[in-house]
């Protein structure tokens, strides 16, 4: 099923923090990179065909595609998506949808050789 409510899709960064400055315990740290789509969001370069599914055994999946190249429509160019340098294998991605965070690690890519190369991303 593609997402037809509002939503927020976002790619994260975590690390270990081995020795805290502050003298807190060893932890993980999370950081946003960037907002991969939104409902709201009008970049043409946004992730699209976003869909969030439960299999038989209640795994929940997320699955994404996000062009490399799209056309900007003020100038009619051909760009490169800055988005794109974020998403590749093992990278962390979180959604909000119905109120609700879903986090996953992407674990497949599949590229399409169009003149967008575009690429469908498989999270669990």
């Not at 899709?9 to 789509?37: I, N, Q, R």
Request: net charge negative; with cysteine.
């Amino acid at each position: 099923m593609n997402l037809k409510t509002p939503y927020l899709l976002e790619v994260w960064d975590e690390k270990y923090v081995f020795a805290p400055t502050d003298g807190s315990a060893p932890h993980w740290e999370e950081k946003m990179l960037a907002v991969l789509g939104a409902d709201t969001m009008e970049f043409e370069g946004r992730a699209y065909n976003i869909s969030l599914t439960t299999d038989i055994y209640g795994e929940v999946k997320l699955g994404f595609s996000l062009d490399n190249y799209y056309y900007n429509t003020k100038t009619g160019e051909k760009e490169i998506n800055y988005l794109a340098k974020y998403v590749f294998n093992e990278a962390k991605v979180k959604l909000k949808y119905k109120g609700e965070w879903y986090e996953f690690v992407i674990k497949n890519t599949q590229e399409t050789h169009n003149e967008r190369l575009t690429c469908v991303y498989t999270c669990q």
